[in-house]
Antibody, heavy 116, light 107 residues
Framework: QVVQSGGGLMQPGGSLTLSCAAS????????MGWVRQAPGKGLEWVSV???????YYTDSVQGRFTVSRDNSRNTVYLQMNNLRVEDTAFYFC????????????WGQGSLVTVSS | EVVLTQSPATLSLSPGERATLSCRAS??????LAWYQQKPGQAPRLLVF???NRAYGIPPRFSGRGSGTDFTLTISSLEPEDFAVYYC?????????FGQGTLVDIK
């Protein structure tokens, strides 16, 4: 199970951190991803953190967003800095399968609204 | 970056009919393609991985096939709960991309 927290209304240029707490599995044994969905739009991959600690980002958030994990809390985080209006979306945390490149368990989503 | 193009954008069908959804990749992804179902207000749900393997608990009316650049998700006989948006997804090295989605709605 993956339970998300965080989200809310932020002004452009602001910062926000989303959390993704896992139960029933160990986040450090899997890769964990963040996927967002702007209202009424499709899915967009945002970031991923692999079991070895490597992190990757889509181009539009590179340098502004940071994915990390706390193994002691079995939790993954997405720190979002210098937020833009176009970052407004539902953000989903998802577990990557150990067997391949798909996401098998998803969090419930967190709404991030960036507006002045 | 691998671009996934789904067609059609919308598929209007009646319960009991067969749905055929397409996903085309801009370059070969081998068999490494997944399909998800998303209903309004919900997170996506994994249906198929590695092009043709149903995820746990997914009914057999859902089937996937394809390899390389052309993939298909078929719903053999639509149930009322199948009307939703469907996305394909691939991972090449570390980069992940999704198709733009196909809405299956009630005719």
């Amino acid at each position: 199970q993956v339970v998300q927290s965080g989200g809310g209304l932020m002004q452009p240029g602001g910062s926000l951190t989303l959390s993704c707490a896992a139960s029933g599995f160990t986040v450090s044994n899997n890769y964990m991803g963040w996927v967002r969905q702007a209202p009424g739009k499709g899915l967009e991959w945002v970031s991923v953190i692999y079991s070895g600690g490597d992190t990757y980002y889509t181009d539009s958030v590179q340098g502004r967003f940071t994915v990390s994990r706390d193994n002691s809390r079995n939790t993954v985080y997405l720190q979002m800095n210098n937020l833009r209006v176009e970052d407004t979306a539902f953000y989903f945390c998802a577990r990557g399968s150990q067997l391949g490149g798909w996401f098998d368990y998803w969090g419930q989503g967190s709404l991030v609204t960036v507006s002045s | 970056e691998v671009v996934l193009t789904q067609s059609p954008a919308t598929l209007s069908l009646s319960p009991g009919e067969r749905a055929t959804l397409s996903c085309r990749a801009s370059q070969s992804v081998g068999k490494y393609l997944a399909w998800y179902q998303q209903k309004p207000g919900q997170a996506p749900r994994l249906l198929v991985f590695d092009a043709s393997n149903r995820a746990y608990g997914i009914p057999p009316r859902f089937s996937g096939r394809g390899s390389g650049t052309d993939f298909t998700l078929t719903i053999s006989s639509l149930e009322p709960e199948d009307f939703a948006v469907y996305y394909c997804q691939q991972r090449t090295n570390w980069r992940i991309t999704f198709g733009q989605g196909t809405l299956v709605d009630i005719k």
